[in-house]
């Protein structure tokens, strides 16, 4: 059975999904298929759950990896299987066939990278703190320094939380001003000064100004549609404990 997911026509012909949370083995507030494995969840659940991924990618379990996702600006480049959330990091890279580059999101951004010329693919990690401490421009750079060619990478943004439900403090704001005081454009103040941070829209803003241009941000909010999508922010809204975490992932 094919498991739910959102795939792009501009990473064809890489096989790739932005899987939904549904499709898996988990139940309670990780239903379904909560693939983290630092998560509270059954460990034996989770590896099942990543079974049934990898089986949908063509490869095997061990070939599916993801990091130690630590908010970073660190790119791995990956060749040949490492045990998955060992290694630090918050993106990779690679033109090993047979590898599944995966990431772990429940309001960050995912990042699916491909390059069709010489075949590199890549992921990424993408939230506040790594947009600020340029993990997207690192991924891109890492890439090219592989052998792509910047004109042919495609880029697409995964679901992630939207603006309309991303509020944050004056301090937040602050802190990208400061970095770059055109970061003012991903930011709404509405009419009772509540402040509204736009994350996929800065997100496509560090691809073009890296000269990406085929890009595509998908646009489906985590935090809106929780039938479809693990919600951190939601979860702490509701004072849930912790929720599992979608995994979005990309194979040569």
């Known amino acids: 059975m094919t498991l739910p997911s959102l795939k792009s026509n501009l990473l064809h012909p ?9 499709g898996g083995l988990s139940t309670g507030t990780f239903e379904s298929l909560n693939c983290d494995l630092k998560s509270l969840d059954e460990k034996s659940i989770i590896l099942e ?3 049934l991924v990898a089986k949908d990618l063509g490869i095997s379990l061990n070939n599916l990896i993801t990091l130690n996702q630590t908010h970073s600006s660190k790119v791995i480049t990956v060749k040949g299987p490492i045990n998955s959330n060992i290694t630090d990091g918050d993106a990779m890279v690679t033109l090993k066939e047979g590898i599944g580059l995966a990431v772990l999101t429940a309001d960050c951004a995912p990042i699916l990278f491909a390059e069709h010329e010489t075949r590199i693919v890549g992921v990424a990690h993408v939230g506040w703190r790594g947009a600020l401490d340029s993990i997207v421009e690192n991924t891109v750079k890492e890439m090219i320094e592989l052998g792509a060619k ?9 679901p992630c939380i939207q603006q309309e439900n991303y509020e944050v403090g004056s301090e937040f704001l602050n802190k990208f001003l400061a970095e770059n005081p055109k970061n003012k454009e991903y930011f709404v103040i509405d009419n009772r000064g509540k402040i509204w941070f736009d994350l996929p829209s800065l997100v496509l803003g560090k691809l073009t100004s890296m000269g990406i241009t085929l890009t595509k941000n998908i646009a489906k909010c985590t935090f809106e549609l929780s039938n479809d ?19 979005s992932a990309i194979t040569i």
């Open 14 to 22: 890489f096989t790739h999904g932005f899987f939904l949370r549904q």
């Open 150 to 158: 910047r004109q042919s990478i495609s880029a697409i943004i995964g």
């Open 49 to 51: 759950n990543r079974k």
């Open 229 to 247: 999508f693990y919600s951190h922010r939601r979860n702490k809204k509701n004072k849930l404990q912790d929720c599992g975490r979608m995994i």
